[in-house]
């Protein structure tokens, strides 16, 4: 699986961005799929992610409510709407994507994704 991001830019603070992934091969409405982001300095975070069975989401709490994950199995793309931005929010934002069945919170790991793709810059000025 090859995946890439587009979307990045910059922002004012209170703005939006929406990060889209695209993902090739035929079996993509069989992967897990996920964001992770990464600031200068820190380590790579999770973000949010969505199971190949649509329905199955979740957030990390710094963008509940600000942030939507979604997925177009028909387009091979995952999405990620990002509202409300923070300057906080500033990092490289990765897409990632796994096959094998999800157990427990273990997307949260980034050890746990076996694809990723190149990453896509947001920044948010203040």
């Known amino acids: 699986v090859q995946l890439v991001e587009t979307g990045g830019g910059l922002v004012q603070a209170g703005g939006s961005l929406k990060l889209s992934c695209a993902a090739s091969?035929?079996?993509?409405?069989?992967?897990?799929m996920g964001w992770f982001r990464q600031a200068p300095g820190k380590q790579r975070e999770f973000v949010a992610g969505?199971?190949?069975?649509?329905?199955?989401?979740d957030y990390a709490d710094s963008v509940k409510g600000r942030f939507t994950i979604s997925r177009d199995n028909a387009k091979n793309t995952v999405y990620l709407q990002m509202n409300s931005l923070k300057p906080e929010d500033t990092a490289v934002y990765y897409c990632?994507?796994?096959?094998?069945?999800?157990?427990?919170?273990?997307?949260?790991?980034?050890?746990?994704?076996?694809?990723w793709g190149q990453g896509t810059q947001v920044t948010v000025s203040s």
């Open positions: 091969g035929r079996t993509f409405s069989t992967y897990n």
């Open positions: 990632a994507a796994e096959s094998r069945p999800l157990i427990g919170s273990n997307w949260y790991l980034e050890t746990w994704w076996d694809y």
């Open positions: 969505i199971k190949w069975s649509v329905g199955n989401i």
